[in-house]
């Protein structure tokens, strides 16, 4: 298993550009998150899934946009870039309830800088 | 709803001392907290848990006691080595909610 992928690993970007970061599992988990960290900071929820077709704002959802069409995939999109989005992403994914395991298990990142 | 208030922020021991970071939590229905290590640049990892019908756990130089009357819960590292320098992360989370809470963090120096 690979765990958890999220593509690119680095990027940066233009105020006012668009961009897709990419989360992949390969666990069948049902449920998917991306978080936000500040340098020197914890961890931020952006938005949340609890499995395809369905997602939920966290935290700190504004000038992001996500989707969940596959259990697989759960892409976050970013629109007009700003500085303040300067960070590094996390995803992350868990088991389904049924299997009683509630460790978030994260991919490397991507680390964002809008300039 | 649930709020997790972890100290201190930063902890500085000398290698082969204890260390110890503490947790307090908000809401008594919360069941289960996990704590998380990142390692400088790097994704955050669990590395011990326990849930609300467990007083204490232990996996090696690690320790996590949980104190459900005055809801809160503590990490403890024996024996310090220079790989568990990072900030560590504490959470909170109940069945009937997909969220972990999560702590601020603290960053573990150990001094040689």
């Known amino acids: 298993n690979a765990g958890v992928t999220q593509t690119p690993k680095f990027r940066i970007l233009k105020i006012g550009q668009s961009m897709t970061l990419q989360c992949a599992q390969d666990?069948?988990?049902?449920?998917m998150y991306w978080y936000r960290q500040d340098p020197g900071m914890g961890l931020k929820l952006i938005y949340y899934?609890?499995?395809?077709?369905?997602?939920d704002k966290g935290e700190v959802p504004n000038g992001y946009n996500v989707s969940r069409s596959t259990t697989e995939d759960f892409p976050l999109r970013l629109e007009l870039a700003a500085p303040s989005q300067t960070s590094v992403y996390f995803c992350a994914s868990r088991a389904p309830d049924y299997l009683s395991y509630n460790e978030q298990f994260f991919g490397p990142g991507t680390r964002l800088t809008v300039l | 709803g649930e709020n997790v208030e972890q100290h201190p922020s930063t902890l500085s021991v000398q290698e082969g001392d204890s260390a110890v970071i503490k947790c307090t939590y908000s809401d008594s229905a919360s069941n289960y907290f996990p704590w998380y290590k990142q390692e400088l640049g790097k994704r955050p990892q669990l590395i011990i848990d326990?849930?609300?019908n467990v007083g204490e756990k232990k996996d090696q130089r690690i320790a996590v006691t949980l104190n459900k009357t005055a809801k809160h819960f503590s990490l403890h590292i024996t024996e310090t080595q220079p790989e568990d320098s990072a900030v560590y992360f504490c959470a909170a989370s109940m069945d009937s909610n997909y969220q972990l809470i999560w702590g601020a963090g603290t960053k573990l120096i150990i001094k040689p």
């Open positions: 899934s609890v499995g395809a077709g369905i997602t």
């Open positions: 326990i849930r609300s």
């Open positions: 666990m069948n988990h049902n449920y």
